[in-house]
């Protein structure tokens, strides 16, 4: 059941670090570190990962919790079921980009903590496959951002997005798939 164990913690910084084929399932038990929600997967700081095909169930917290933002975690063709409490995916705007079409979010969230896109980022934030992003801070754009079609953006009341001097927003949706 959800809450049986505390989760895991992935704090390595290889380039090779990979997970493809893993379900995590039944975490949640506690806060995972200090400074840390319970969720399945938590990443220290510096952390790089590629989720491929991983899929997360009956978690009582978040399926991933991404706290710093010098952590880099590609999602690829995951997957989000049921019986998760909080938010898919806790994690800081310079991890969108990290995100892909193919996820299924499960129809929840991810939480985008309020923080400051650098001047040097270039990104794109996709259209989330049965998601919405959730924004519950200020969020500063100082460089590009295009937003795909389709994209859904809910925020919490106190939050903001916010595209400074030099900053680039491109929000081009269609007739069909509103932004």
């Known amino acids: 059941q959800a809450g049986s164990w505390r989760g895991m913690m992935y ?40 989720l491929n095909n991983v899929h997360f169930s009956d ?6 919790y991404i706290r710093y933002d010098g952590i880099r975690v590609i999602f690829e063709n995951s997957h989000f079921g049921q019986g998760i409490t909080q938010a898919a995916v806790h994690m800081r ?12 979010f499960g129809g929840y969230h991810v939480e ?6 650098d ?9 989330l496959n049965n998601g919405a ?9 100082f460089g590009k951002v295009t937003i795909q079609p389709g994209a859904i953006f809910e925020f919490d009341n106190d ?7 030099d900053g680039v927003f491109i929000a081009n949706g269609t007739s069909s798939e509103r932004i």
Request: no cysteine.
């Open 59 to 64: 978690i009582d917290g978040y399926g991933v």
């Open 93 to 104: 705007p310079p991890q969108i980009a990290g995100l892909d079409t193919q996820t299924d």
């Open 11 to 50: 704090e390595n910084s290889s380039l090779e670090g990979f997970m493809e084929h893993v379900h995590f399932a039944h975490a949640g038990h506690s806060n995972l570190a200090s400074g840390f929600q319970k969720t399945a997967l938590g990443f220290g700081s510096s952390a790089r990962l590629t």
């Open 133 to 141: 992003y959730l924004f519950n801070g200020t969020t500063s754009v």
């Open 119 to 127: 001047d040097s980022d270039d990104v794109t934030w996709p259209k």
């Open 159 to 165: 939050a903001r997005l916010r595209v400074r001097n």
């Open 112 to 117: 985008v903590q309020g923080a400051n896109l």
